[in-house]
């Protein structure tokens, strides 16, 4: 079983719309959560942190779920400028990282 | 934010020629820096993780011998792709990360072999 899962997508929604994304991690010791976003041919760039008690960054809230493992990413009012790939990466104890393999998510006008 | 930068951007090359490719922490001190290699339409793929002054750990199904890794100080991995064939042509990219465990990537190098 891989460590990080992600639904590949892709995702594509209209402007304005509400997206939401899940990631599923297979190792409850996990310890650090996080979302990064990737644009094409550039390299990831850190989004936010996952926090047990969710955090939210203007149109982005993020949720993390240990009991049934998953964490989750939502964006409202999608922009264009929103299209990217949305990696999810789980960390263990030293420095152990885990990628999902990326959603992708295009915004269309 | 962190910054770590790499060089060169981009780089074609012969097939059977090496190639170094520098990786810089510029206003941290990394204790890990990571390197992964991303195919087109692919999510990134670990190579090795290196730790300063300790040999990479290279993760299943990567030549150790192909791929060289040096980690000589707390801001600087190199990584050397021997014999580079096209197959090799790829994107490469390096993290680094501090104490606090944050993952701050490079800006990728691509890689063409020809």
């Known amino acids: 079983r891989k460590e990080v899962e992600q639904d590949p997508g892709p995702f594509n929604v209209p402007e304005g719309a509400t997206v939401a994304f899940n990631c599923t991690y297979s190792n409850s010791a996990s310890q650090s959560f996080f979302w990064y976003r990737q644009d094409c041919r550039k390299e990831p760039k850190l989004l936010m942190s996952v926090y047990s008690s969710g955090n939210e960054d203007g149109r982005f809230t993020a949720q993390l779920n240990r009991a049934s493992q998953y964490i989750s990413l939502l964006i409202r009012d999608s922009k264009l400028s929103d299209s990217a790939t949305y990696l999810c990466v789980v960390t263990r104890t030293g420095n152990q990282f885990y990628f999902g393999t990326g959603t992708s998510l295009t915004v269309i006008p | 934010g962190a910054v770590v930068s790499q060089h060169p951007s981009r780089v074609i090359c012969k097939s059977g020629t090496s190639v170094k490719i520098e990786c810089r922490s510029l206003d941290f001190q990394a204790t890990t820096m990571f390197w992964y290699r991303q195919f087109p339409k692919q999510s990134l793929m670990l190579m090795a993780t290196?730790?300063?002054?300790?040999?990479?750990?290279?993760e299943q199904g990567v030549e150790k011998d192909k791929f060289l890794i040096n980690h000589a100080s707390l801001t600087l991995s190199t990584l050397t792709v021997t014999s580079a064939h096209p197959e090799d042509s790829s994107f490469y990219i390096c993290?680094?990360?501090?104490?606090?465990?944050?993952?701050?990537f490079g800006p990728g190098t691509r890689l063409t072999v020809t």
């Open positions: 290196s730790n300063e002054g300790s040999k990479a750990t290279y």
């Open positions: 993290s680094a990360t501090d104490r606090v465990l944050e993952q701050y």
